[in-house]
């Protein structure tokens, strides 16, 4: 086993000699473990011999002389190999024909002054997620994520690692599911890669953590709700994305962290919300609005929990619009398409006219369909049921008039 990891180091000409460490990724430590005084890791102090080498590599010595050099005498170990896998390498070229995004762990880039850069590896191969997908490449086939430091600690490392696994089980059901196929799958990930998010559980590793990640607002019932520990004004010119909380907490949220203020720091980009609240709800058959929870549908027998929760949606959608925030497009995934079809005859679940109670099966044209935004689906035996029926209650098509089946004439 092991947690390998590869090691360039930059030379004076600008390209980079590449290394091999067979424990280097584990934790990341090694970004703390390579310094000018011990170049290749490890506890030893007669380092004189490696720092010898690296600068010999670094002026453009050749992997192949390196034997030589190192000949003779018993060196103690270090973390990273000495002798170099290749020389004279663009980190381009490292990246895409030498890192194995499955096998390696860990990429570290150490500059000519030993700054020292960790990038964990995530591989995009779905042979383990997936029951159809044959083996896939390693090499060339993944994403690095930058790593930032709080406190000698690698910040979010096993959360982002957590969260990319769970990425690819989805995606991996996607794809046996038949809604994904391999290309449209490497695609969504890595556009996905991108939006991962990370939540800060202190003030001071807000900052820490890289830009291009997005940052997750603690509102609902996590151990430390972000309020507790920080200021609006240090999320502000970050990518959001408001966790938990209902919707009139997380608007209120949002305000605070996107209100004009007096110093020049940007609003925040919030990027997303979410909330199970509405689950636990729908679960005692009550459905969320604005002005409270509403039980109106629990003994109705048509009424479900799936559509208890749509119906609940349904009033955030328009909770949201109401206060101005809703985005002015809708994002469509490529590969994803699902495309509401409208009720049927077949969604039926009692014969009786919703309207007037006669057999709705029993009339000449056959029952007329309508599907409301309350979840509802009522069958009525006429148009003139159907027409009486909505307006005297009130009722809205889920999809306009998509929602409604006119039987034919
Ligand atoms: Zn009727």
Redesign the pocket.
């Known amino acids: 086993m092991g947690h390998r990891a590869l090691v360039a180091y930059e030379r004076t000409d600008g390209q980079y000699t590449l290394h091999y460490s067979h424990w280097g990724a584990a934790n990341l430590k090694l970004k703390h473990r390579i310094s000018a005084e011990s170049p290749f890791g490890g506890d030893n102090t007669d380092s004189k011999w490696a720092k010898q080498l690296l600068a010999e590599l670094a002026d453009g010595l050749e992997a192949d002389a390196v034997d030589g050099y190192l000949a003779g005498e018993d060196r103690p170990s270090t973390v990273v190999e000495p002798k170099p896998r290749a020389t004279g390498l663009t980190l381009d070229e490292i990246v895409a024909d030498h890192l194995d995004y499955l096998h390696h762990e860990a990429f570290f880039v150490v500059s000519t002054t030993f700054e020292v850069t960790a990038y964990r590896t995530l591989w995009f191969g779905l042979q383990y997620d997936s029951e159809t997908v044959e083996q896939g490449k390693t090499v060339g086939n993944g994403a690095l994520a930058t790593v930032r430091w709080y406190d000698g600690e690698p910040v979010g490392d096993g959360h982002l690692q957590g969260q990319f696994a769970a990425l690819k089980d989805v995606v991996g059901d996607m794809i046996d599911k038949g809604v994904f196929t391999p290309s449209t799958a490497r695609q969504y990930l890595k556009r996905k890669v991108a939006e991962l998010i990370v939540v800060p559980k202190s003030r001071a590793v807000i900052d820490a953590i890289p830009e291009d990640l997005v940052l997750g607002y603690s509102r609902g019932y996590a151990d430390r709700l972000a309020h507790e520990f920080s200021d609006p004004a240090d999320w502000r010119g970050r990518r959001v994305h408001i966790l938990g909380g209902s919707p009139p907490k997380q608007l209120d949220a949002i305000r605070q962290l996107t209100r004009p203020i007096l110093t020049d720091e940007p609003p925040a980009d919030i990027v997303g919300v979410d909330w199970n609240g509405l689950h636990r709800g729908a679960q005692f058959g009550e459905f969320w609005t604005a002005d409270g929870w509403d039980d109106s549908g629990r003994d109705a027998d048509h009424v479900t929990v799936r559509k208890t929760v749509r119906h609940s949606l349904a009033r955030i959608r328009e909770f949201w619009q109401s206060n101005g925030i809703w985005p002015e497009t809708t994002p469509e995934d490529a590969g994803l398409h699902f495309e509401y079809e409208g009720p049927s005859p077949a969604d039926l679940e009692q014969a009786a006219?919703?309207?007037?109670?006669?057999n709705?099966w029993r009339?000449r044209r056959g029952p007329f369909v309508a599907e409301y935004d309350t979840g509802a689906v009522c069958g009525?035996?006429?148009y003139?049921?159907y027409f009486t029926h909505r307006h005297r209650n009130d009722l809205e098509e889920i999809a306009g008039e998509q929602s409604v089946y006119i039987p034919p004439a």
């Open positions: 006219c919703t309207e007037c109670g006669a709705v009339t009525y035996c006429s003139e049921c």
